[in-house]
């Protein structure tokens, strides 16, 4: 299953992780997000394309609120890769800077953790256009609470 539905196979990653992501979680699944790489510290997440999330239609361009959800969810992808499924985060704060407006196809999302401490880590996500890798639509950064399994709170 997971093989079939996925370029890569990464052992030091937990197995459950690309399930939970694309399949567990409600909100994602209705996004149709879709985990295209993951590795101790990194994601490459892909959020496709539907026509709910157009913004301003006359530009052809997708609400920025849809970019911002895409920052976060990279961001606690990558974040996920360095914990196990019973281990907990959640987002602190966050903040997105928008480079140019996303166009009307597929994103994708890039991140990287580049602190990881007892119970705080932070996370920098590059937002893209799929057909433009090469040219920024956002970035983000992200702070997220950690708790690991077997730690007091």
């Known amino acids: 299953m ?3 539905t996925h370029h890569f196979m ?5 197995t459950e992780l690309i399930e939970f992501v694309e399949q567990h979680i409600a909100f994602h699944r209705f996004l149709g997000v879709k ?7 990194f994601a490459k997440v892909c959020l496709p394309f539907r026509e709910e999330f157009k913004g301003n239609e006359v530009r052809g361009v997708v609400h920025g609120g849809v970019t ?3 920052v976060d969810i990279c961001g606690a992808v990558a974040l996920w890769t360095h914990f196990g499924p019973a281990d ?3 987002t602190i704060d966050m903040r997105v800077d928008y480079q ?3 166009p009307f196809e597929d994103m994708v999302a890039e991140g990287d ?3 990881l401490g007892n119970r705080i880590a932070n996370v920098h996500i590059r937002v893209y256009a799929a057909s433009m890798p090469d040219t920024l639509v956002a970035e983000g950064r992200a702070v997220y609470y950690v708790k690991r399994e077997g730690m007091p709170s």
């Open 2 to 4: 997971f093989a079939a």
């Open 35 to 41: 985990v295209l790489d993951a590795r101790p510290g």
């Open 68 to 70: 911002a959800v895409l």
């Open 88 to 90: 907990k985060t959640s």
């Open 100 to 102: 140019r407006p996303a």
């Open 10 to 14: 990464n052992t030091s990653v937990h």
């Open 113 to 115: 953790v580049r602190m």
